[in-house]
């Protein structure tokens, strides 16, 4: 993944589904079910986090980004636009697969011997990349929901 700079996001309450999407990309993304309003925007600032919200009200403050749409495709696509992402297959393990999608920590490369307790025999037999977050124990590899994020051109 190719990216002049990555930011530090904070997604508000209503922005789940593109933070866990972000982080899959490698972004370092804060979020919280809990924070809403201008208490989330106060922690994003103090945090020096660009805040990124669906609410109108905070459209015209500093360090926010509204998120235009409601559809996580087109949120992708606005999100792609700002931030100049590109993916591509080659790039994928340099940024793609370095956080957790759940936790937001960064992920730590595990053999395929470690990775096979925990996960399918399938995808033992057919992968040979896999990483794990050391705070949930999550268990990541390359499999169809990162080729379906490389092939939107994100």
Same mark, same amino acid.
């Given at each position: 993944?190719?990216?002049?700079?990555?930011?530090?996001?904070? =997604?508000?309450?209503?922005?789940?589904?593109l933070?866990?999407?972000?982080r899959?990309? &490698?972004?370092?993304?804060?979020?919280?079910?809990?924070?809403?309003?201008?208490?989330?925007?106060?922690?994003?600032?103090?945090? &020096?986090?660009?805040?990124?919200?669906?609410?109108?009200?905070?459209?015209?403050?500093?360090?926010?980004?509204?998120?235009?749409?409601?559809?996580? *495709?087109? /949120?992708?696509?606005?999100?792609?636009?700002?931030?100049?992402?590109?993916?591509?297959?080659?790039? *994928?393990?340099? &940024?793609?697969?370095?956080? =957790?999608?759940? =936790?937001?920590?960064?992920? $730590?490369?595990?053999?395929?011997?470690?990775?096979?307790?925990? $996960?399918?025999?399938?995808?033992?037999?057919?992968?040979?990349n896999?990483?794990?977050c050391?705070? =949930?124990?999550?268990?990541?590899?390359?499999?169809?929901?990162? /080729?379906?994020?490389?092939?939107?051109?994100?």
């Open positions: 993944m190719k990216q002049a700079n990555k930011p530090r996001l904070f =997604c508000d309450v209503m922005l789940g589904k933070a866990r999407k972000l899959l990309l &490698g972004l370092d993304v804060r979020y919280e079910r809990n924070l809403k309003g201008m208490t989330a925007y106060r922690q994003a600032k103090a945090e &020096g986090r660009l805040f990124l919200t669906r609410q109108h009200r905070f459209r015209n403050m500093p360090d926010v980004l509204y998120v235009n749409s409601d559809k996580i *495709a087109e /949120q992708l696509e606005q999100m792609s636009r700002v931030f100049s992402l590109k993916a591509s297959e080659e790039d *994928a393990e340099r &940024g793609i697969l370095t956080r =957790c999608s759940v =936790c937001n920590e960064s992920l $730590i490369k595990i053999t395929r011997e470690q990775a096979r307790p925990g $996960i399918p025999f399938y995808i033992y037999q057919i992968h040979n896999f990483r794990r050391p705070k =949930c124990q999550r268990i990541y590899w390359p499999g169809s929901h990162i /080729q379906e994020i490389l092939k939107k051109g994100v």
